[in-house]
């Protein structure tokens, strides 16, 4: 049986309340003594000061007393984490690919998403990895937080238990725009999902379905940085930007050069080596992450944004 947004979100819950509740205990406990003696031993009440001797009784107390508290935290804790651990074989795999700043959903079929669609009740294993910096995947509803670190694979899993959006957020500060690093997480019933997955789209969706190139710059996360509608973010924007004048930085000279089809693709992949002045260094590389076909859609797209 389930109960709450996803199978461990009870499992957390009830540690994180029953520490909760022995550190409040702790501060209520410590806090009436502490200020009891004070009013008790106050100096102005002159009370002769004497030599305490040992008090076993005491002392074995309050060892034994937060021996077994910290080991049945341990208990809980341990119990909860080895569920965390422990993938269900049936599991769907769905890589992540976390990226200043946003969120890459990938499954087994290549569908690509900024969005998680999960299907309601099936276990999923998340295989997150990280682009450049250190993340951190955080569901708050499914109580679930793994960091997301470069060079390395790390996974979580969980079973969504209710139907609804969910907010993603990184919990890890990872620059800039971090807290804008955020998606949705959709849980919906089986059937709805299968369809989405098997890209059944509805005929009226066709006709108002995104252009390739934009559908590809959402998901790989270039909206991350620039905009659309001609203000600058961290990057410049990619409104106009074909046939646009820019001053660049090859190396530290400063030169003027044409937005053009090659210069496009050049940033992509060596966005270091010609870089528009006035903007920070910070594009990461999409050599590996674009195929040469990606590369050209978005060229298209760009070419048409006036
Ligand atoms: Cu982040």
Known sequence: MISGYSNLADTVSSVFLFIGGICVALLVLITFFMLYFVIKYNRKKNIPPVNIEGNTFLEITWTIIPTILVLVMFYYGWTGYKVMRVVPEDAMVVKVTARMWSWLFEYENGTQSDVLNLPVGKPVKLLLSSQDVIHSFYIPAF??????????????????????????????????RHSYMLAKAEVMPEEKFNEWYSKEIPTEKIAKKEPLGLELIKAKGCDGCHTRDGSPLLGPTFKGVFGRKEKVLTGTKEREIMVDEEYIRKSMLEPMADQVAG????????????????????????????
Request: hydrophobic share 40%; with cysteine; aromatic share 12%.
């Open 279 to 306: 903007f920070p260094p910070i594009m990461p590389s999409q050599k590996g992450l674009l195929t040469e076909a990606e590369i050209a859609e978005i060229i298209k797209y760009l070419k048409e944004l006036k």
């Open 143 to 176: 109580r679930i937080k793994q960091d997301v670190v470069p060079g390395m694979e790390t996974y979580a899993w969980f079973t969504p238990a209710e139907l609804g959006p969910y907010d993603v957020f990184c919990a890890e500060y990872c620059g800039l």
